[in-house]
């Protein structure tokens, strides 16, 4: 079955401080990976996702993340955090079918 | 495009009433899913459909719960008799045509209350 692991519960970072949040996945083949955000109150928006090809891959607002095999892992980094990141941050793998596995979530908290 | 629409955006009952969360999936989409979120146990797929038909719903809790989509802009998630450790956020998603693996597109949720 497919897992994802986020092993950190809660990070603080300053503002223009860089941002790495840790994602190790379980799955068999070449998984499906996405991040995704969401804000206080709101629904989840996509980051960004890797399906193959490039490990390293853009997304939205500033983000990026870095497929590596070896470690079973998909980091999500920002150099440079704005205030406006604070938010919970999920990462997900989807296998077979269509189903995603969501992670348990890090949240951000950016001070000034 | 409006995006996913759940109402209500908040409901309170009482333990032992029907509760009923609706969803309307973007036009153009034909995956739909259903998602609990709660501090314990964060975010779980309930169930989901693939053109108006349910796929998989082994995340369903139990026999309380149940999930209609009679049509490609309407799905339905209910609970009854409620409980109050259903009191949760309930998400709705959608996703475009394809294996599922494309974005989904969830909505503003439902925070529900059970007393």
């Known amino acids: 079955a497919q897992s994802v692991t986020q092993p950190d519960i809660h990070i603080t970072v300053s503002e223009g401080a860089s941002l790495e949040l840790r994602c190790n996945y379980s799955?068999?083949?070449?998984?499906?990976l996405f991040w995704y955000v969401q804000s206080p109150g709101q629904g989840l928006q996509l980051l960004l996702k890797?399906?193959?090809?490039?490990?390293l891959v853009q997304g939205i607002k500033g983000f990026e993340a870095e497929f590596k095999r070896s470690q079973s892992s998909f980091n999500l980094r920002k150099p440079s955090v704005h205030w406006s990141d604070a938010a919970e941050y999920f990462c997900?793998?989807?296998?077979?079918?269509?189903?995603?596995?969501f992670g348990t979530g890090t949240r951000l908290q950016v001070t000034l | 495009d409006a995006g996913v629409i759940q109402s209500p955006r908040h409901e309170v009952t009482e333990m032992g009433q029907e509760v009923t969360l609706r969803c309307k999936p973007i036009?153009?989409?034909?995956?739909l899913f259903w998602y609990r979120q709660t501090m314990m146990r964060g975010l779980e797929l309930l169930i989901y459909?693939?053109?108006?038909?349910?796929?998989?719903d082994s995340g369903m809790p139990e026999d309380r719960f149940s999930a209609k989509m009679p049509n490609a802009s309407f799905s339905t998630l209910k609970i009854q008799p409620s409980e109050p450790r259903d009191s949760a956020v309930y998400f709705c998603?959608?996703?475009?045509?394809?294996?599922?693996?494309?974005?989904?597109?969830f909505g503003p949720g439902t925070r529900l209350t059970v007393l």
């Open positions: 890797y399906f193959s090809g490039d490990t």
């Open positions: 799955y068999g083949a070449t998984p499906y």
């Open positions: 997900a793998v989807a296998g077979t079918a269509s189903k995603l596995t």
């Open positions: 036009s153009g989409h034909d995956y």
């Open positions: 459909f693939n053109n108006n038909v349910p796929i998989d």
């Open positions: 998603a959608s996703s475009p045509p394809g294996q599922g693996y494309n974005e989904q597109f």
